[in-house]
């Protein structure tokens, strides 16, 4: 059985119908990659699962719960975070502010915290900062270490390497390959040498449909196909 599975989902915001019938469906373990253009649909789809869009009609399943309709601080505590592009942290608090007011009781776990120094050393290093003083990668770092301060079974994570240098993104890749042994991730990346080295599985979106899933791997040796969906050139 699959960890989230989209059937049919259709959303609409205002008068404009952005997803029409997407399915997919995201496996336990990983990175699973969700890729497209611009204004394809990639957002509104993370969103859509979150709750923070309504889906009507269609279904999305996590853990075989339906769970489309539930608000999403309901679908939140069913295990799943997101991390949206505007990487959702509070400027005027300190990093450390900021990661407590992730947890479920304002108390960390040692070992979770552990973790993240390790996965992301800035955050030990600027923990009494304000999230506001902190370059893009860090601030990126943060958010997902807010994702993952909790136990989590699913990450939302869109965009992470937006604007981020090289030698951000090379670091952020390692963290997420580590998070992915043990929590599923579901990425939306515009960067498709980040997604490529990452994703076990893939769906690709176009204008609202799924066009195309299959493995990474597969994907990522057909030039012919990356160029017909993502305009890519070998």
Do not use: C
């Amino acid at each position: 059985m699959s960890l989230l599975s989209l059937n049919q989902m259709k959303t609409s915001i205002g008068q404009y119908h952005v997803l029409h019938d997407v399915t997919f469906e995201v496996p336990e373990g990983g990175v699973f990659v969700l890729l497209g253009r611009n204004g394809a649909g990639k957002t509104t789809t993370l969103r859509s699962i979150m709750g923070l869009w309504k889906p009507s009609p269609g279904s999305v399943h996590f853990k075989g719960e339906e769970i489309s309709g539930l608000h999403a601080s309901d679908i939140a505590r069913k295990g799943i975070a997101f991390v949206p592009e505007n990487m959702g942290v509070f400027g005027g608090l300190t990093v450390e502010e900021n990661l407590v007011l992730a947890t479920a009781n304002g108390k960390f776990d040692a070992q979770r915290l552990k973790r993240i120094y390790q996965l992301f050393p800035a955050l030990e290093q600027f923990w009494t900062k304000q999230a506001w003083s902190l370059s893009g990668g860090q601030k990126q770092m943060l958010a997902v270490a807010r994702a993952i301060i909790e136990p989590r079974e699913l990450i939302l994570i869109d965009e992470p390497t937006k604007g981020l240098a090289p030698s951000i993104i090379d670091g952020m890749a390692e963290a997420f390959a580590e998070i992915g042994q043990s929590t599923t991730i579901l990425l939306v990346e515009q960067n498709f040498n980040f997604a490529k080295r990452l994703g076990r599985g893939m769906a690709v979106i176009d204008d609202g449909h799924i066009a195309h899933t299959g493995s990474m791997a597969d994907f990522a040796a057909d030039t012919t196909l990356q160029e017909q969906l993502l305009s890519l050139s070998s």
